[in-house]
């Protein structure tokens, strides 16, 4: 990385003065996936440890160098700080989030700034429902901040959605009311841990909420696994990983039977094969319902671990509650809604336009009044699969058939249509009577017999041979 602001040092620093960092070196809070500080919170604390607006400090200072050292646009960075949500925005794992990472790395002299962020996680998991929608934070983790006499600091764990509780405090996160803190932050004196103390009446019983076992368990694990991230976060996601995980789950708790995994979690048995097979990554709330169903780390899911396992229900009440934020889709902003629907049609989490409507949160109605192009294309995926499924139903139907009646020949036995099916019985759902047919006209030209009992080339030689050896 060469410097863009060589040959700027004060008058008098000798030029091969030790490197010094242009911004304060704050040092990041927190040292465990429990309690490390976000990005967003430290660009906080950045800004008012020089006393800058969040916007100049961007405008003058970072986005200047993310131009130079990077050639991003520093104007999307100004961008970037503006929403309202930008904490939240900061701290995630997009390409906009590494450049922040990097240029505060390189400002403020550090190198790890980028473990304040869920970058660790990008090649991992899926990213799909993966952050808050609402900055939350833990009430008895402020407490802590205000007795030690440290800021008030956001922790990366409450970036993320699945994350519902306090794993050190066993409370429940509170969701920061956005205009409480517009309105506050506009009048804002004093150090930052009394301005937060007065912004969220930390004191109050009301916002400390027990939590359950579950939401404390799943977000340890969340926790943990930010932790196990930094260290094979090269690995990368890998399907056949998952694919070893799971067929090591279904074999060690459920008999070998996909069908009961899929009971346990409350999904489908279509979920569940798609996971298996490797052609759907699993999402990252289901990764950590997994997790905690099958006592082991979200680690071992993704690193193929055959781990020891032990069944845990997911309490009642509690199935749909990770994967569900509520009807809040409507709420959300177009645009986002419109990325997150282009990216459930991209991985193909969403194959018709029900699916995406449900994991979007909204209604099929609103999907179709607000994003036509997205619907018609919805729709026509959805038909597209259908039928493809039916194709490939048909052809390995057609397949098994063709083995069937070959088995059959080479038993010397006619494989007339009935003598097939009756060997097909119980393997495969066997459907009308065309579906049938198509494949018996298809078995017969493929061994080149023709329905009306002529033999053809290929088949010619064969059955004469066995009459033949046995006599006839
Ligand atoms: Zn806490």
Redesign the pocket.
């Known amino acids: 990385m060469t410097s863009p602001f060589r040959g700027r040092l004060p008058g008098g620093w000798p030029e091969d003065a030790p490197p010094r960092s242009i911004l304060y070196s704050l040092a990041p809070y927190g040292c465990s996936g429990e309690d490390r500080e976000s990005l967003g919170s430290y660009l906080t604390r950045l800004c008012e440890a020089h006393e800058m607006s969040r916007w100049s400090l961007t405008n003058t200072i970072v986005g200047p160098a993310a131009e130079e050292l990077l050639h991003v646009s520093g104007a999307r960075m100004s961008r970037d700080i503006g929403r309202a949500a930008y904490s939240l925005n900061v701290s995630g794992l997009t390409e906009q989030v590494s450049y922040w990472a990097q240029t505060l790395n390189y400002l403020t002299h550090r190198n790890t700034l980028q473990l304040c962020t869920l970058l660790p996680l990008k090649s991992l998991v899926s990213d799909f429902v993966l952050l808050a929608v609402k900055e939350r934070f833990?009430p008895?983790?402020h407490e802590d901040d205000a007795r030690l006499g440290r800021d008030c600091y956001d922790r990366l764990l409450w970036t993320i959605d699945a994350a519902k509780a306090?794993p050190?405090?066993r409370?429940r996160l509170v969701s920061r009311p956005e205009a409480k803190q517009r309105r506050v932050s506009r009048s804002e004196t004093g150090s930052s841990s009394q301005r937060q103390t007065t912004k969220y009446s930390i004191g109050e019983p009301s916002i400390h909420t027990p939590a359950s076992d579950f939401e404390v368990e799943t977000s340890r694990l969340i926790a943990e696994l930010l932790d196990d991230a930094i260290f094979f976060c090269n690995a990368g996601y890998s399907a056949s990983a998952q694919t070893v995980f799971l067929k090591h789950a279904i074999h060690q708790l459920f008999d070998g039977t996909p069908a009961r995994f899929a009971a346990h979690l409350g999904i489908n048995k279509s979920q569940i094969h798609g996971w298996v097979k490797g052609s759907v990554q699993m999402s990252f709330p289901r990764l950590v319902q997994t997790a905690y169903c099958c006592g082991c780390a979200i680690a071992d899911i993704l690193l193929g671990n055959r781990v020891m396992l032990s069944l845990r229900p997911v309490p009642s009440g509690q199935r749909r509650r990770l994967t569900q934020r509520g009807a809040t889709g409507a709420r959300r902003p177009k645009e986002v809604l419109q990325a997150e629907l282009e990216a459930l049609i991209r991985s193909g989490r969403a194959t018709n336009a029900t699916e995406a409507a449900v994991a979007a949160g909204i209604s099929l109605k609103y999907l179709r009044t607000h994003f036509p192009e997205q619907q018609k294309r919805l729709v026509r995926l959805g038909r597209e699969l259908s039928e493809f499924v039916r194709l490939e139903a048909t052809e390995n139907f057609n397949k098994m058939y063709l083995s069937e009646a070959n088995a059959l020949r080479a038993e010397g036995v006619y494989p007339s249509r009935r003598q097939v099916l009756g060997r097909l019985k119980g393997k495969v759902m066997l459907g009308r009577f065309r579906r049938i047919q198509n494949a018996h006209r298809g078995a017969l030209a493929a061994t080149g017999v023709s329905s009306s009992g002529a033999t053809g080339r290929r088949m010619a030689t064969r059955p004469s041979l066995r009459r033949e050896d046995r006599g006839v």
């Open positions: 833990c008895g983790c306090c050190l405090h409370l």
